[in-house]
């Protein structure tokens, strides 16, 4: 049977992972000034840019039903079956647009992944090896789908005004962290992000304490592949979260910037280690 393993531009990986592995995506689009752009057409360093020009966040429109069962049905001329990781349904409808659409199709099975980003990308990947190793697509789904709780993704951030200006902070907490200069922590809980730990002092620090706390937290990796991933970034932080996946024994480490919609959310300076949590179960 030939699988094809789908995502959304959320996944955050660049072109040549998306080819190693042979992940599909469908886009997001980014509505800045009145333009469209589809996620992948615009660099998060030109929307970070434009906020600092006009103080306005650009907006992410959700893929609706019928973007989907096009999708899905551009992919099952050449694959047998879909198996397709939506972000979070706790983040974004697209999940369940994705759901009405592939309720229309045969052999097209969606995932919630109750993440984003490369916590995302952990997972089709395991889907890849999968499909690669002959299950079948169901099977692949429901191997990868009871993954999903397991997947340890969280981000530091330097600044929460994007969160903020989203929706996703309160006004309190944004004031508050200013006025302390908090450098949050955000982690994906049940497929809701929320904050967790607080750190200060500069990036390059925070980073290496917000490394190692989780790693400490989160203590039993699955050590075949993590992610270092941010949406800009010095390179001191992007050295001490890689040196903290290398000293706890990490395989492979990729290190990828986040797409527009996620750094849309995110803003500047946010950098996260991302991993599948459950090496004491495989």
Do not use: W
């Amino acid at each position: 049977m030939k699988i094809a393993i789908s995502a959304e531009s959320t996944v955050d990986l660049p072109k040549e992972l998306l080819k190693e592995y042979d992940i599909h995506t469908i886009p997001y689009t980014i509505i800045m000034n009145g333009q469209e752009y589809f996620d992948g057409e615009i660099a998060p360093e030109e929307i970070f840019s434009k906020v600092e020009e006009t103080k306005e966040l650009p907006k992410t429109s959700a893929i609706n039903a019928t973007q989907y069962e096009e999708y899905f049905t551009s992919l099952l001329k050449d694959y047998d079956a879909v198996v397709h990781f939506a972000l979070s349904s706790e983040i974004s409808s697209s999940c369940k647009n994705a759901v009405l659409a592939s309720e229309k199709l045969e052999n097209v099975y969606v995932c919630d992944s109750k993440s984003l980003s490369t916590g995302i990308a952990l997972l089709a990947i395991y889907a890849r090896k999968l499909a690669n190793d002959g299950f079948s697509a169901k099977e692949v789904y429901e191997k990868t789908n009871a993954r999903v709780p397991y997947v340890q993704a969280s981000f530091v951030l330097k600044k929460l005004e994007y969160l903020y200006k989203g929706g996703r902070c309160s006004a309190l907490s944004y004031f508050g962290a200013n006025l302390l200069h908090i450098r949050p922590q955000i982690i994906l809980k049940n497929g809701k992000m929320g904050p967790y730990k607080k750190y200060r002092g500069n990036m390059d620090k925070v980073v290496k304490n917000y490394c190692k706390d989780t790693l400490e937290e989160f203590n039993t990796p699955d050590l075949s592949v993590g992610f270092v991933t941010y949406t800009t970034a010095t390179p001191e932080m992007i050295k001490e979260a890689k040196q903290s996946l290398l000293d706890k024994g990490f395989k492979t480490i990729y290190e990828t910037k986040a797409g527009a919609t996620i750094s849309s959310h995110c803003g500047e300076n946010t950098l996260g280690i991302l991993y599948i949590n459950d090496g004491d179960k495989i």
